[in-house]
């Protein structure tokens, strides 16, 4: 592969490509046309399986912290900082962001690339977790520290390395973002047993810090490690012609109502295994079980995604997560079934994140992944937003 970075850039819309009129997604879509003549030239290896490396690594730590955000909270409320209600929402602020600012952590990836987009998100990241630990005592600094600057760093690191594998993968795209992904559930079984261990031992505050020298320290190295194969130029924020294509509206509307009820097992199995009896370590070992479960579910979804078309697998996933919200949820009330629950609901859960980037790249062009997935990204705060709204308007 060439050590150099190639540049796209794009051609007017109204001035289609002769490609335009042999691709399946419409005469008058120029940067599909362009897409698949960058695919055409991926390597479907090499560099970009460093490439997976070092965005799993940012995965493992900005998805398993907030994945974990239900075994932190447990010893905050056991201090009686806060009620879990209450708590809930620092780790939910963190998530929010991701979505909230999607749309704007894309543009900055577009305008300083994704090393510098992941440099800044794995430090935020790292920062939020510092500094929540000298204000452990105080909810509006753990909003501040854990939810608003941690958030960002989410954000941050979300949009790279969803859009970064679309430039070193084709064929095994779905397995390359299924990799990248499953780094998260990984984090997430690990960071679950380390915030048990660490609360016990040296208490909350000094757990919230280790974790941010422990990102900074990892995270960094697996940022430099990134490097653009194209450096796509697109002046684009948000792309409002997206919405005329049915199949970007239904793929936004389904996105936004699929992740209302996605993060409740993990931020809720902790204190939820308590108020049944189970042991804080139980429940910490629920959370690990969920987050492994969905490593797997992941890299499986991927594997499928090449397979069978990455619509079909996330519709697969998506039906998993249904029905063991459904029929099995509703009889966990004892630790087998809540094992059961926790394994299929993870896979299913995992599956989602880690076929999504797939699924734009391949309807929309892997050029326009940046801009597609904040915009769709977005959808996942505003639409869960609004039916939170008109299902508890007060």
């Not at 520290?145 to 954000?155: K, N």
């Not at 070992?285 to 797997?296: E, P, R, W």
Request: hydrophobic letters at 50%; proline letters at 5%.
């Amino acid at each position: 592969m060439a050590s150099t970075t190639s540049t796209i850039e794009l051609e007017s819309p109204h001035n289609p490509s002769p490609l335009d009129s042999n691709n399946n997604f419409g005469p008058s879509d120029n940067i599909i046309a362009q897409s698949q003549i960058a695919d055409s030239t991926v390597p479907d290896g090499g560099y970009g399986w460093v490439i997976v490396f070092a965005c799993a690594v940012i995965t493992f730590w900005f998805v398993g912290t907030t994945y974990c955000w239900g075994v932190m909270q447990t010893p905050l409320v056991q201090n009686g900082l806060a009620s879990a209600s209450t708590l809930s929402f620092i780790g939910s602020l963190a998530v929010a962001l991701n979505a909230g600012l999607a749309i704007l952590s894309a543009r900055l990836l577009q305008r300083v690339g994704p090393k510098w987009t992941g440099l800044l998100g794995i430090s935020a990241l790292s920062a939020g977790e510092l500094l929540a630990g000298f204000v452990t005592h105080s909810v509006g600094g753990l909003f501040a520290t854990a939810g608003f600057t941690l958030g960002i760093g989410v954000s941050l690191c979300f949009v790279t390395v969803s859009t970064l594998p679309a430039q070193y993968f084709s064929r095994k795209r779905g397995l390359a973002n299924g990799i990248v992904f499953a780094g998260g559930g990984l984090g997430g079984s690990i960071i679950s047993f380390i915030i048990n261990g660490l609360t016990g031992r040296l208490g909350i505050a000094w757990t919230f810090r280790i974790l941010g020298i422990l990102q900074l320290a990892t995270g960094i190295p697996a940022a430099l490690l990134i490097k653009e194969r194209t450096r796509v130029r697109r002046n684009v924020f948000i792309e409002w012609s997206l919405f005329k294509d049915p199949t970007f509206v239904l793929i936004f509307l389904a996105g936004g109502i699929a992740t209302f009820p996605l993060l409740v097992p993990p931020f809720f199995i902790p204190l939820y295994s308590r108020s049944i009896g189970l042991s804080a370590s139980t429940g910490a070992c629920l959370v690990a079980a969920f987050n492994f479960s969905s490593a797997l579910g992941r890299v499986v979804s991927g594997l499928l995604a090449d397979r069978i078309g990455p619509l079909n697998a996330l519709l697969i996933g998506l039906t998993l997560s249904a029905t063991s919200m459904l029929v099995m949820w509703p009889v966990s009330e004892t630790l087998v079934p809540l094992v059961l629950f926790v394994v299929i609901n993870g896979a299913a859960n995992g599956s989602f994140f880690a076929t999504m980037p797939t699924v734009v790249g391949w309807l929309f062009g892997s050029i326009r992944v940046a801009v597609a997935m904040g915009m769709i990204v977005t959808s996942w705060y505003v639409i869960p937003k609004d039916l939170a709204l008109i299902i508890y308007p007060n």
